[in-house]
């Protein structure tokens, strides 16, 4: 599967991931979304449930654009990542920082 992202806007910034989020990808993926976010003042949620893998680079991505948000005191919130996924944001404690349904 190749990577995609896609976009809807309503009261926030939805944001589908498809594919591997990885090194190859990372940074047109980080420089289009905070591209996008930089004009908007709405909370950011992420859809991974077609996300099928992610690095360490893509969990920096995030990071980077959890901040943006914050700065705009703002939300960042992760709905339907898989089991690997969510245990790998659950290892590195980032369960709590995000909004993330397991």
Sequence with gaps: ????????ENENLEIQVLGDLDINVVENFKNEVLEKY???????????????????????AIMTVYKA?????????????NR???KLFKITKLTELFNMED
Excluded: C, H, P, R
């Design 84 to 86: 690997n996924i969510y």
């Design 38 to 60: 930089k004009i908007l003042d709405k909370d950011i949620v992420f859809d991974f449930s077609e996300l099928k893998y992610i690095d360490s680079t893509g969990i920096g």
């Design 1 to 8: 599967m190749a990577f995609e992202v896609k976009y809807n």
């Design 69 to 81: 948000a914050k700065d705009k005191s703002k939300s960042l919130t992760i709905n339907n990542a």
